[in-house]
């Protein structure tokens, strides 16, 4: 499993940065990717990173707020969600991009709240 890690409750507008870490042969080898599951919602791709860290995706509704990221002597991949909305609520997860039924863990909750 990929367990993801910083969420919590924030402020209309604050940020915060979600962080997972990877086996290296897991992260090595696979573009990665953030997904989350908003309440009530199926789960869905937030942002991608390539394998090579030189190209990215983002979900129409993150795009220009959120930023993904990799580090490779690290094996983690990053989230950091500026400018963040009460809809940006929900438990997010990494895992690879496709996504790989083993690899989902609990995820990380984020709250949006005043």
């Known amino acids: 499993q990929l367990q993801a890690s910083g969420g919590g409750l924030v402020q209309p507008g604050g940020s915060l940065r979600l962080s997972c870490t990877a086996s290296?042969?897991?992260?090595?080898?696979?573009?990665m990717g953030w997904y989350r599951q908003r309440p009530g919602q199926e789960r869905e791709l937030v942002a991608s990173i390539w394998r090579d860290g030189k190209n990215t995706y983002y979900a129409g509704d993150v795009r220009y707020r959120f930023i993904i990221s990799r580090d490779s002597a690290k094996n983690s991949v990053s989230l950091q969600m500026n400018s963040l909305k009460p809809e940006d609520t929900a438990v997010y997860y990494c895992?690879?991009?496709?996504?790989?039924?083993?690899?989902w863990g609990q995820g990380t909750l984020v709250t949006v709240s005043s």
């Open positions: 290296a042969h897991i992260f090595q080898v696979n573009n």
């Open positions: 895992n690879t991009q496709p996504p790989l039924a083993q690899y």
